[in-house]
C-alpha cells in the first residue's frame, strides 16, 4: 500500500532538528566560527539501497532546503522557551540559510537496474554545515520508504506510539521522543508524538513523565519542552581542528561550560574517545575564570574550586553495555565522594523493556535514569503481507573531518568506532583505549 500523498512531506522548518544541533551551533559560532570541516554519509544496512525515483527526490527535496528560514513567531518561540540560546546567535539563527548548491555533494551509484548507493558528501565552515545532517538523514529514509518499501502503513502507528507510552509511564519511566534522524517520515512523527501525547494526559497518576522531545519542530507545534545537550560531533570536531585528542575533552567542556554556564544544559556524553579517558577530565577541577563566572571575586578566593563532574548534572550514555556504564559511574561518583541523584541518560537502540531493565539497576545504584527513545518509535513498523519486522534503514552522517585532520570516534563500543582506520588506530594510542564488543550493539542488525 502506497502511503497517503496527502501527508506532508520533507523536512519542514529549519527548526525540524534536534535540539543539540542548535546548541551545538551556538557553541561553534562562539568558539570556532571559521573551522572548515566535512561530513561523510554511511548506509550500514547496504544491502538497503535507493532507486533512482527516490534519490531523484532526495535530490529535489535537498534543493528546496534553501528555501528554509527561521520565522519572527519562531524566533519568539526560541528565545522564551530556550534561554540558554544567547541573543547574537538567535540572531546568526534569523539570518541563517541553508546553501546546499555550496555545501552538499549528492551521487547516485547504480548497482542494479532498479537501485544504486548514495554517495554524500557536506563540506563547509562547520557553522554553516552543522546543520545538515539531521534533515539529510531524515529525507534519505522517507526517500526509501516512499519509494522503495511501500509494504507498510500508518494504521496504528499512533495507537502502538500511546501504548508505548502509556507502558512507559505505568512503568515510572521518564522519557523523550528522540527519533527524527531515522524516521520513516515526517507523519509517522506527528503521529508517534500525538499518541505519547494522548498517553501522558492518560496517565498523569503514573510515576513515569514525558519529558519532550529533541525535535524543535514537533516541539514548538505540540507544546512540548526541547530536549538534548551536546552530540559527539562536538567533541569530535574539537579535537580534529586543533589536532589534539589529549586536550579535545577538556577544551569541549570549558567552552560549554563558558558558553552556557555552569550546570545549563549539564548533561554530558561521555564516550566519544571512550568513557575511561572521559572520566579522567570529568574528575578535574574547572579553570578558575569558570570558577568565577556568575559570582564574586570575594566569594571564588575562598570557596572550593569545583569539579567538571560537580557542576554537571549527569551524563548520557550512548554505547556499549549500559548495566556495566551504571557500574562505572556509580564507582566514579563514590570516589569522587558526590551524592546520589546524578543523572543517566540512556540514549542508546531503547525499547520499552530495555528501559524498564535499566531505570531499575540504575536507581538501585543512586542515579535518576532518563530515557531518549528514537527509532523505536518513528519508525516501528510491520510489513503487510508478511506481518514481519518492517527493517529501518540504519544510516548516519559523521564529521570526517576538520581543519584538513581526519576526524574519528572511538566509543565504548567498538563496533561503533568510526572514522580514518590509522587515525583510529593512533588515537587508540594516544589515549589508551581498550575495546570492547557489547553483543547488544551489532550496528547491521540493530532494529531486524
Known sequence: MEPAQSKPEGVLSVLDTDLYKLTMQCAV????????????????TPEMRLSLEAFQWVQSQVETLQDLFLCRKE?????????????EYLEFLRHFRFNPSKHVKLHYAAVSQTHGDVNLQIEGLWVDTILYEIPLLALISEAYFKFCDRDWSYDGQEENAYEKGVKLLRGGCVFSEFGTRRRRDTETQHQVIQGLKRAARDCQDCSGKLTGTSNVYFAKQYGLQPVGTMAHEWFMGIAASENDYEDATRTGLRNWTKCFGKGVLAVALTDTFGTPAFLKIFEESIPQDLANQD??????????????????????????DPLEYISTMRKFYKSMKLPNGRTIVFSDSLNVDKCIEYKSNAEQAGFKPTFGIGTFLTNDFQSLTSGVKSVPLNIVIKLSSAEGHPAVKLSDDLGKNTGDQEEVEKVKKQLGYIGKHWEGGNEKSRWG
Do not use: M
Open 29 to 44: 559560532l562562539q568558539f570556532f566560527p571559521k573551522t572548515h570541516v566535512t561530513y561523510k554519509f554511511t548506509n550500514r
Open 295 to 320: 559570582a564574586s571575586d570575594t566569594a571564588s578566593d575562598t570557596q572550593k574550586v569545583p569539579t567538571y563532574a560537580e557542576i554537571f548534572t549527569g551524563v548520557r550514555q550512548d554505547s556499549g
Open 75 to 87: 524566533h519568539d518561540w526560541l528565545e522564551s522557551k530556550c534561554p540558554f540560546l544567547k541573543a
